[in-house]
């Protein structure tokens, strides 16, 4: 491994490497067992005589930090390295580098980090698709040929607006499946819905826009509208969705989950998605639409996108393949009016040049070759036995408890607690939903007391889980 080694002046030269090697071995950037340079190879670097590199090698091991082992080399010991004095304090208020006075005030929303499988028996965190149902052996072969020298994702840049094939497969599908009215070139792709958020935000704010967000809503969105030096402002929901009269004249952008609001679940009505496109024409703003999950529809009539019923070219489209794929993809796409459409391109340039080719041209061809409609029939075949049952459990054994709130759609679904059911027993073998407010502030809205299942009702949740397991999996051997 090439080990950097800065040498001063030409005193106590072997001092100077001794020194260096000792820090890199406290900081760990070599680790135990790690083989230090040839001597040979290290004094050629350095320009100095090898016996300057000899001796300094011949400290550390003395002094423990490093062992020779003859006719291999000198290595990094393995264990009982020596301690190392007190560290320097870092201190965030001293001199040096501090961000913007903006950035004091946020913070990432605490999403559920998932490294590894879940060993409990019910998952029921919000927002994460089951990992199991994912097409790993359609998946690895699509990546697989993309990683070859002919491949798509071999060498060189890409397209800021994305590959040409997912945008015209993406065209296509959304067409067919959400009837959003869009050509190859009306498409971003972006690493996911946040990215998608972030250009929308840099391309249309100026500091002090107002921007409008459900109330309860998806706290991630709100980030990149303040990072803008956006004001964020909650406006309630109801059963029929955003409440459009209560939006403030002076919003210059409203984000919306009309097809499943998050956290609730209900679809916009065609009255609210109807008046919320007169509102935003009248004042020139726009409107976010984040169709995050509607790939699962459970019965009745599909809700229209509002970029489809657009007429004035107001609607931003965001999609995702977060829900129907997995989050850690990173592939996200937007829809946006002709005249967004170049300066979102050079913010997606500016951000990050363009999203991975090899995994967009993988996605291209599972979209184009029937395999991603495929995976979304078996994942709504899944999803909707599960949404039955979970369902069926609170309208039925649970109602005196817990009321959902009625959908027909999306990965979860939210219920509206009774009774105070906070101190009941743990759920050892549940892992629940975020504990994390959807409120903007932490404060309540309209619907105080709506919160995810998990979230206040372990003992519920338990009872529920077992419940659903066992149904859903006995359905599942039925089929
Ligand atoms: C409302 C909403 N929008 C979008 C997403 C997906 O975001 P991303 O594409 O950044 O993973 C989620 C995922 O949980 C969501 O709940």
Redesign the pocket.
Known sequence: MDVYVRLDGQSDLSGQIYRQLRTAIHDGLLRPGDPLPATRELSRRLAVARNTVGVAYERLVAEGYADSRVGSGTYVRTAGLPARGAAPATDATGPGLRPRALWAGLSPWA?PEVTGPVTAAYDFR???PDARLFPYDVWRPLIARELRLSGAGAVGYGDPAGHAGLRAALARHIGLSRGVRAGPDDLLVT??????LDLIGRVLLEPGDRVVVEEP??P??RLPFLAQGAVVTGVAVDAEGLLVDAIPPDTRAVYV?PAHQ??LGMPMSLRRRTALLRWAWRHSAAVIE?D??SEFRFGGRPVETLQSLDRGGHVIY?G????VMM?SL???FLVAPAALRTALRTAKYAADWHTAVATQAALARFVDDGLFARHIRRMQHTYAARHRVVVGALTGRFADLAEPVPSAAGLHVTAFTRRDHRGGHGCHHVVPGEVTDHHLDGRRSSVTGARIVGQVLPDLVERIGEFSVRRVHGQHRQQ
């Open positions: 999403a919000v927002g994460l690493t996911g819905t946040q990215q998608a809503g998806y991630p969105a989950t998050f956290p984040d995050y999950d965001v995702s393949f977060s829900k989050p990173r592939v996200g």
